[in-house]
């Protein structure tokens, strides 16, 4: 569950930065790329702030 509200923080701030750079006339590919890199660090970050230690044995 804490995973799901992780995504979904990243994806509203991720959200808010594309209507930014559209109101600032940024070119398309531009949005597009750093888009897809928030997206890649929002689910590494995600990922690793929610997991799950492993049991030592």
């Known amino acids: 569950m804490s ?3 992780y995504v979904v923080g990243y994806l509203i701030v ?3 930065l ?5 109101l600032l006339h940024v070119p398309t590919p ?3 790329v ?3 890199v ?3 660090i929002a689910i ?3 990922v690793k702030a929610t ?3 492993d049991p030592s044995n």
């Open 51 to 53: 997991r799950q230690k």
């Open 30 to 32: 531009w949005i597009v």
């Open 38 to 40: 928030l997206v890649g």
């Open 18 to 22: 594309i209507y930014g750079a559209v």
């Open 44 to 46: 590494l970050t995600g």
């Open 3 to 5: 995973y799901v509200l």
């Open 34 to 36: 750093g888009s897809v």
């Open 14 to 16: 991720i959200g808010g």
